[in-house]
């Protein structure tokens, strides 16, 4: 492999590790250039003004170290055209802020578990609903918790081992991670394995190197091994929590503000939950309780997705700081919060059912200052895991909704693009692309929300009080606000990252619009014609229909006729003149009559005809009979009697200061005041006479 090559390898790998030479790199030429000569040979050194508690670098150091970083630096330029620009913000004068005072130093406290621990732990633990279904396998098979082993002894699948992956690193006080290694197992399951990493923590007292910080990555766990990081893990996070958010189909979150909490675990951590889909990947089987497709092969006609997810949490040990809750509605007043540069633990569960994750986040060339910058690495490397996966289900999108290369030649593919077929083929293809692209904007804009949410630039200046609050000035403060500005701008390319993979989505929406209204013209189009050609076919049943209908009335006149002269009762002398005379007479006038109704303006004259008789016989009917209207006419111009019910008449004698039952009289006038006094006579004036009525 020539030198290209390895310096390429190195540059895409350990990025972190060639920025940290370049800051150096400049912090070193521009203090030596500010104090001495180049032309003189290895000067000494005279360091910058330094803050308290600093120490000064010989000049012999600096040359080493100087020496080593110009070398990597000018290799870096000459074979991958890497330009050294380093922001102003985060080069120091300080030649000694990457000493051990910058770093955890408190070590995490030691644990160790065995099988029994673990046999007793699945056994006697109360799991919950979330927990019962990830450890379905172990709680349903009694006899499982009663073998020897509870790990297979062999390279067995049924425990679903061959799927899991683990990286479990122990970071020590130089923030360095190293990968924990077990040696002498051979033969047995990878959950064999993962058990004998994660069952110690700093066990070994007589060891130089003990752990101020661990990170814990499983990748598609296996039930047992999932008892047994709720085994090692639930005194320090609540794995019941963890746990409900793997299995229950949620939108992204994060959870961090948590120092008002009851649970003391939930105040010393903070979770970031993710969830989102993913194309299966080869050999990969999702887990019972995830939701996935049917059919998990992957074709030119299907994409196979399934629901994968993942937590992201951190422990932070040591003593609490007491912080009083603002809100007006709080129940609890006063929480804790906990020192960044207390000794912590990230713990990293992924359950995806596919290889898209990347392998190498941590390695000994980086160096963590404390367990934040660790769980914000961690938790970089899930956003670009997860805009790797959305952009795999894009372009398989893309490849289904795409038509091949040779579209433009082939008129059957455009026929097949253009006309549905019966089985409505592109039109579900297409509603399930133009769905699963919405769904897929959604998943990401919760996770920019959560991310945005959680660090706003109180968190990355610090200032935050209940997450990360770096207390006061010091340079061991400044130096981690500075890491923490360089992974808020990679954070940043991330967010905008998924932001144009958004953009991306909502244009590949906008053609799968356009391909489906397409279809449904072209198909819409190939009806119409469809329904021509079976209104013409109508058309010529309706002539057949009408011809037959002809013959069958030219017959009928005849079948009348026979059938009079065939009845038992007539003559049976043979007068043919008779029936002639009857044939003709019956026959002549219904052939007219169905020649000229056969068209359209034969129908109107006899419509027109017949219209006409009606009305003349109604108009005669109506002559006879005019004595008798007339007199009804009199009967119905008299007056109608009003019909009023009982309560009626009662309310207008009422009314009228009459009593019920009294007798209505019509008359020219009346006497209003009589009817007032409550009398019962009445003037009536009727042609010039009174009379009086009682």
Same mark, same amino acid.
């Given at each position: 492999?020539?030198?290209?090559?390895?310096?390429?390898?190195?540059?895409?790998?350990?990025?972190?590790?060639?920025?940290?030479?370049?800051?150096?790199?400049?912090?070193?030429?521009?203090?030596?250039?500010?104090?001495?000569?180049?032309?003189?040979?290895?000067?000494?050194?005279?360091?910058?003004?330094?803050?308290?508690?600093?120490?000064?670098?010989?000049?012999?150091?600096?040359?080493?170290?100087?020496?080593?970083?110009?070398?990597?630096?000018?290799?870096?330029?000459?074979?991958?055209?890497?330009?050294? %620009?380093?922001?102003?913000?985060?080069?120091?004068?300080?030649?000694?802020?990457?000493?051990?005072?910058?770093?955890?130093?408190?070590?995490?406290?030691?644990? %160790?578990?065995?099988?029994?621990?673990?046999?007793?732990?699945?056994?006697?633990?109360?799991?919950?609903?979330?927990?019962?279904?990830?450890?379905?396998?172990?709680?349903?098979?009694?006899?499982?918790?009663?073998?020897?082993?509870?790990?297979?002894?062999?390279?067995?699948?049924?425990?679903?081992?061959?799927?899991?992956?683990?990286?479990?690193?122990?970071?020590?006080?130089?923030?360095?991670?190293?990968?924990?290694?077990?040696?002498?197992?051979?033969?047995?399951?990878?959950?064999?394995?993962?058990?004998?990493?994660?069952?110690?923590?700093?066990?070994?007292?007589?060891?130089?190197?003990?752990?101020?910080?661990?990170?814990?990555?499983?990748?598609?766990?296996?039930?047992?091994?999932?008892?047994?990081?709720?085994?090692?893990?639930?005194?320090?996070?609540?794995?019941?929590?963890?746990?409900?958010?793997?299995?229950?189909?949620?939108?992204?979150?994060?959870?961090?503000?948590?120092?008002?909490?009851?649970?003391? &675990?939930?105040?010393?951590?903070?979770?970031?939950?993710?969830?989102?889909?993913?194309?299966?990947?080869?050999?990969?089987?999702?887990?019972?309780?995830?939701?996935?497709? @049917?059919?998990?092969?992957?074709?030119?006609?299907?994409?196979?997705?399934?629901?994968?997810?993942?937590?992201?949490?951190?422990?932070?040990?040591?003593?609490?700081?007491?912080?009083?809750?603002?809100?007006?509605?709080?129940?609890?007043?006063?929480?804790?919060?906990?020192?960044?540069?207390?000794?912590?633990?990230?713990?990293?569960?992924?359950?995806?059912?596919?290889?898209?994750?990347?392998?190498?986040?941590?390695?000994?060339?980086?160096?963590?200052?404390?367990?934040?910058?660790?769980?914000?690495?961690?938790?970089?490397?899930?956003?670009?895991?997860?805009?790797?996966?959305?952009?795999?289900?894009?372009?398989?999108?893309?490849?289904?909704?795409?038509?091949?290369?040779?579209?433009?030649?082939?008129?059957?593919?455009?026929?097949?693009?253009?006309?549905?077929?019966?089985?409505?083929?592109?039109?579900?293809?297409?509603?399930?692309?133009?769905?699963?692209?919405?769904?897929?904007?959604?998943?990401?804009?919760?996770?920019?929300?959560?991310?945005?949410?959680?660090?706003?630039?109180?968190?990355?200046?610090?200032?935050?009080?209940?997450?990360?609050?770096?207390?006061?000035?010091?340079?061991?403060?400044?130096?981690?606000?500075?890491?923490?500005?360089?992974?808020?701008?990679?954070?940043?390319?991330?967010?905008?990252?998924?932001?144009?993979?958004?953009?991306?989505?909502?244009?590949?929406?906008?053609?799968?619009?356009?391909?489906?209204?397409?279809?449904?013209?072209?198909?819409?189009?190939?009806?119409?014609?469809?329904?021509?050609?079976?209104?013409?076919?109508?058309?010529?049943?309706?002539?057949?229909?009408?011809?037959?209908?002809?013959?069958?009335?030219?017959?009928?006149?005849? %079948?009348?006729?026979?059938?009079?002269?065939?009845?038992?009762?007539?003559?049976?002398?043979?007068?043919?003149?008779?029936?002639?005379?009857?044939?003709?007479?019956?026959?002549?006038?219904?052939?007219?009559?169905?020649?000229?109704?056969?068209?359209?303006?034969?129908?109107?004259?006899?419509?027109?005809?017949?219209?006409?008789?009606?009305?003349?016989?109604?108009?005669?009917?109506?002559?006879?009979?005019?004595?008798?209207?007339?007199?009804?006419?009199?009967?119905?111009?008299?007056?109608?009697?009003?019909?009023?019910?009982?309560?009626?008449?009662?309310?207008?004698? @009422? &009314?009228?200061?009459?009593?019920?039952?009294?007798?209505?009289?019509?008359?020219?006038?009346?006497?209003?005041?009589?009817?007032?006094?409550? @009398?019962?006579?009445?003037?009536?004036?009727?042609?010039?006479?009174?009379?009086?009525?009682?």
């Amino acid at each position: 492999m020539s030198v290209e090559e390895l310096v390429r390898q190195l540059d895409a790998q350990k990025q972190a590790y060639f920025d940290t030479f370049s800051r150096l790199h400049e912090a070193f030429v521009q203090s030596l250039t500010a104090s001495t000569d180049p032309a003189t040979a290895s000067p000494p050194v005279v360091s910058p003004p330094q803050p308290s508690g600093s120490v000064t670098i010989a000049s012999h150091g600096i040359q080493a170290r100087l020496q080593r970083s110009t070398s990597l630096a000018e290799v870096q330029r000459k074979h991958s055209g890497f330009s050294a %620009t380093v922001d102003a913000s985060t080069v120091s004068d300080d030649n000694n802020e990457e000493e051990e005072e910058y770093f955890v130093q408190t070590t995490l406290p030691s644990h %160790t578990f065995d099988h029994e621990d673990l046999r007793k732990h699945l056994k006697t633990y109360e799991w919950d609903q979330y927990g019962q279904q990830i450890l379905a396998s172990l709680i349903t098979d009694h006899g499982r918790l009663r073998q020897t082993s509870l790990f297979h002894t062999g390279k067995a699948a049924e425990d679903r081992s061959h799927y899991s992956h683990y990286q479990v690193y122990d970071v020590g006080p130089d923030g360095s991670p190293l990968l924990v290694e077990t040696s002498g197992l051979e033969d047995v399951s990878k959950a064999t394995i993962i058990w004998h990493s994660i069952k110690d923590l700093n066990a070994d007292a007589s060891k130089q190197r003990q752990a101020v910080g661990r990170i814990t990555i499983a990748r598609e766990p296996s039930p047992i091994l999932f008892g047994a990081l709720h085994l090692t893990m639930h005194e320090k996070f609540d794995m019941d929590e963890l746990f409900k958010y793997l299995v229950e189909s949620n939108a992204s979150s994060a959870s961090v503000d948590r120092a008002f909490l009851e649970d003391p &675990r939930r105040q010393r951590t903070i979770v970031f939950n993710f969830d989102y889909y993913t194309v299966c990947g080869e050999d990969c089987k999702p887990m019972t309780w995830q939701l996935a497709d @049917k059919h998990l092969e992957s074709s030119d006609n299907h994409l196979p997705l399934a629901r994968c997810s993942s937590v992201v949490a951190l422990y932070l040990a040591g003593g609490p700081h007491k912080v009083r809750n603002s809100s007006r509605r709080a129940k609890i007043r006063n929480g804790n919060v906990y020192d960044p540069w207390a000794s912590w633990q990230v713990l990293n569960i992924q359950c995806y059912p596919d290889w898209k994750a990347t392998p190498d986040v941590h390695d000994s060339t980086k160096h963590y200052v404390n367990g934040p910058e660790a769980f914000l690495h961690t938790l970089l490397a899930e956003y670009r895991d997860a805009q790797k996966r959305f952009e795999e289900i894009y372009k398989g999108i893309t490849k289904l909704i795409t038509p091949p290369a040779d579209f433009l030649f082939n008129d059957e593919l455009r026929d097949l693009r253009l006309f549905e077929d019966p089985s409505f083929t592109y039109t579900r293809r297409y509603f399930w692309a133009h769905q699963t692209l919405g769904t897929m904007n959604d998943n990401i804009k919760v996770m920019i929300d959560a991310f945005e949410d959680t660090f706003t630039d109180e968190v990355w200046e610090g200032k935050s009080k209940t997450l990360w609050p770096l207390r006061g000035e010091s340079p061991r403060n400044e130096f981690f606000k500075r890491r923490l500005r360089s992974l808020r701008l990679q954070f940043e390319r991330e967010m905008n990252g998924l932001r144009t993979l958004i953009k991306e989505n909502n244009d590949r929406r906008n053609e799968i619009r356009g391909l489906r209204d397409q279809l449904f013209s072209g198909t819409s189009v190939l009806e119409s014609r469809k329904s021509v050609e079976l209104s013409e076919l109508t058309i010529l049943q309706g002539h057949n229909i009408k011809l037959l209908t002809l013959v069958n009335m030219f017959f009928l006149p005849l %079948t009348f006729v026979t059938s009079v002269f065939g009845m038992t009762n007539m003559p049976t002398a043979p007068h043919y003149w008779m029936f002639g005379i009857t044939l003709a007479t019956i026959c002549v006038p219904s052939y007219l009559l169905i020649g000229s109704m056969n068209r359209s303006s034969g129908y109107d004259f006899w419509t027109v005809r017949t219209k006409a008789l009606w009305r003349w016989i109604r108009r005669a009917k109506k002559v006879d009979n005019g004595d008798d209207e007339e007199e009804s006419l009199e009967m119905d111009s008299r007056p109608a009697s009003v019909a009023r019910s009982r309560s009626t008449e009662q309310k207008m004698a @009422k &009314r009228f200061g009459r009593p019920p039952g009294g007798t209505n009289l019509r008359a020219g006038s009346y006497n209003l005041k009589k009817e007032a006094e409550g @009398k019962v006579s009445e003037t009536v004036t009727e042609q010039g006479k009174t009379r009086s009525v009682t």
